[in-house]
C-alpha cells in the first residue's frame, strides 16, 4: 500500500503567516493528491484534488503544488478561520485510497 | 444540495458486529458519477478509508480490514451501510460516509476526491 507521511505533525503561525506542509508519497502517485482541512468536530473539506486544483468555493490563498512523490499545501497568508488539521489523501489506486497522519496548525 | 447522514448504535460490545447506515438525500445513489465510501477517524487520530461501494454494488476494501468488512447498498432508500464484524476497542472511532467524485482535466486525467461529507457519528466498542 501507498504511505503518505506529512510534515510538520504540528505547525505554530500567526495570522498573516506564510505556511507550507508537505506531503510525501512512498512510491509515485502521479497528481492523484487531493488536500482536506477538517475543524474540531466537523467534517471534513476538500480544498485541492489533482495536486493543484483549487476546489470551488475555496479561497485563493489556499494552493497546491507537486507531482511523483512530493507534494506541498501553501496558505499564502494566514486567516483566524485556517487554524484546523490539514489532511492529504492519495488516490492512485482509486477506489482505493490513504490519508496522511494530518498536520495540526495552531496559532503561535 | 446533496446531504449525507450516519445513523447506528454508538455502543457496540467486543466481537460483535458494528453496523452502520448512511442515508443519502437531495440526490441519487443510483449516478454512475460517484462511488460511496465509508472513513472512519479514532480518537486523537487520522483519517482510515475503510470502503468504497458503487451504486452497481461492486465494492473495494482497505486491505488491513477486508476480513471484517461489508458494505452494501440499497438503490431504492438511497441508503448504504457499513457493517464491521468481530470489533474490539481499536475500532472505537468517528465513522463517516463520504461521496467520491471526480473532474477531467484539461488533459483528459479523471481526478477523484472526496467531496461531501457526513457529520459523522461516534462508534464505542466496550462491554
Known amino acids: 500500500d501507498i504511505q503518505l507521511t506529512q510534515s510538520p505533525s504540528f505547525l505554530s503561525a500567526s495570522v498573516g503567516d506564510r505556511v507550507t506542509i508537505t506531503c510525501r508519497a512512498s512510491q509515485g502517485i502521479s497528481t492523484y493528491l487531493a488536500w482536506y482541512q477538517q475543524k474540531p468536530g466537523k467534517a471534513p473539506n476538500l480544498l485541492i484534488y489533482?495536486?493543484?486544483t483549487l476546489q470551488s468555493g475555496v479561497p485563493s490563498r489556499f494552493s497546491g503544488s507537486g507531482s511523483g512523490t512530493e507534494f506541498t499545501l501553501t496558505i499564502s497568508s494566514l486567516q483566524p478561520e485556517d487554524f484546523a488539521i490539514y489532511y492529504c489523501?492519495?488516490?492512485?489506486?482509486?477506489?482505493?485510497?490513504?490519508f496522511g497522519q494530518g498536520t495540526r496548525l495552531e496559532i503561535k | 444540495q446533496l446531504q449525507l447522514q450516519e445513523s447506528g448504535p454508538g455502543l457496540v460490545k467486543p466481537s460483535e458486529t458494528l453496523s452502520l447506515t448512511c442515508t443519502v438525500s437531495?440526490?441519487?445513489?443510483?449516478?454512475?458519477?460517484?462511488?460511496w465510501g465509508w472513513i472512519r477517524q479514532p480518537p486523537g487520530k487520522g483519517l482510515e478509508w475503510i470502503g468504497s461501494i458503487y451504486y452497481s454494488g461492486s465494492t473495494y476494501y482497505n486491505p488491513s480490514l477486508k476480513s471484517r468488512v461489508a458494505i452494501s447498498v440499497d438503490t431504492s432508500k438511497n441508503q448504504f451501510s457499513l457493517k464491521l464484524s468481530s470489533v474490539t476497542a481499536a475500532d472505537t472511532a468517528v465513522y463517516s460516509c463520504a461521496r467520491a467524485g471526480g473532474h477531467y482535466s484539461d488533459s483528459g486525467t479523471y481526478y477523484y476526491y472526496m467531496d461531501v461529507w457526513g457529520r459523522g457519528t461516534t462508534v464505542t466498542v466496550s462491554s
Open positions: 489523501q492519495q488516490l492512485n489506486n482509486y477506489p482505493r485510497n490513504t
Open positions: 437531495g440526490g441519487s445513489i443510483s449516478s454512475s458519477s460517484y462511488h
Open positions: 489533482a495536486a493543484s
